[in-house]
Nanobody, 125 residues
Framework: VQLQESGPGLVKPSQTLSLTCTVSGASIRTETYFWNWLRQPPGKGLEWMGVISGSGSAWYSPSLKNRLSISMDTSKNQVTLQLLSVTPEGTAVYYC??????????????????WGPGTQVTVSS
């Protein structure tokens, strides 16, 4: 399975960030994988944001759950992320990652089976 993130490189504060993870080599509706979003701010460690299963159930980090939505576009085999009201602290490289196990909130790279290359998002006016 291969993952590729895409989205705007620059977002203004208070706007909504929308990112897409295009999956190839497997259907996103498979029960084999859970589709995760993580991010890494400059100079900091990974932060787990949320996960969606092949059936469309989603779980979110408690710190983001009021602003974060993860969904699926099965016609395009894509997993999407929407983060409302972004702030400059949202500047980070955003990753989608596939895991065969449900590993909510893990920031251990070894626990994920496949990663996308990441996409840089800068939040600035």
């Amino acid at each position: 399975v291969q993952l590729q993130e895409s989205g705007p490189g620059l977002v203004k504060p208070s706007q909504t960030l929308s990112l897409t993870c295009t999956v190839s080599g497997a259907s996103i509706r498979t029960e084999t994988y859970f589709w995760n979003w993580l991010r890494q701010p400059p100079g900091k460690g990974l932060e787990w944001m949320g996960v969606i299963s092949g059936s469309g159930s989603a779980w979110y980090s408690p710190s983001l759950k009021n602003r974060l939505s993860i969904s699926m576009d099965t016609s395009k085999n894509q997993v999407t992320l929407q983060l409302l009201s972004v702030t400059p602290e949202g500047t980070a490289v955003y990753y989608c990652a596939a895991a065969k196990a449900f590993i909510m909130s893990s920031t251990s790279k070894a626990q994920y089976d496949q990663w996308g290359p990441g996409t840089q998002v800068t939040v600035s006016s």
